[in-house]
């Protein structure tokens, strides 16, 4: 069974256009460090992502950051580098994860990485959300994303959904 690890953002985003819900259809079970739990709940944190996380759902697992004094995680900030320490230490993983450089820094160490556009893709697929008004929610948000991708992500939606139509 593969073990989902999270980072901060992928949850954050989720939580904030009111998606977070299609995790444990698609996943079943998402496991966060103590480090993206606190992350979550800080001051900092938006309201709704702070109040979820304090309720969080039986779904959600947290556990210890594992110790390491790996040089190549430090330009990674204290989540990034605490989600990759937990999922190099399973066997079928997949780290959800946003950032570029905490990608390509997992994949150095053989880690599958999705985005919150990947999961949002990925639910889409499963019919459990219409992409397009969750799309728009996710940019009213300070998320980061190319107007191409986009429009990439919702061409891809309609033609699913056209075909789906046909069947």
Do not use: C
Not at 53 to 66: H, K
Not at 143 to 160: C, G, I, P, T
């Amino acid at each position: 069974m593969k073990v989902i690890v999270a980072d901060t953002s992928p949850l954050n985003y989720l939580i904030l256009v009111d998606a977070v819900e299609i995790l444990p259809r698609l996943y079943g079970h998402v496991t966060i460090p103590d480090v993206v739990f606190n992350e979550l709940t800080n001051e900092g944190a938006p309201k709704e992502v702070a109040d979820w996380a304090v309720m969080r759902p039986e779904w959600l697992e947290v556990q210890p950051t594992p110790l390491s004094e790996d040089p190549s995680l430090e330009r990674l900030d204290a989540g990034e580098r605490a989600a990759i320490l937990l999922a190099q230490r399973q066997t079928d993983v997949l780290l959800l994860m946003d950032d570029a450089s905490g990608r390509t820094e997992a994949a150095k160490r053989g880690i599958p990485t999705t985005g919150t556009l990947g999961v949002l893709r990925a639910a889409s697929f499963q019919g459990f959300i219409a992409l397009p008004p969750v799309l728009a929610r996710l940019i009213a948000t300070n998320f980061r994303v190319s107007e191409d991708l986009v429009n990439e992500l919702v061409a891809e939606y309609e033609q699913q959904a056209t075909q789906a139509d046909r069947s």
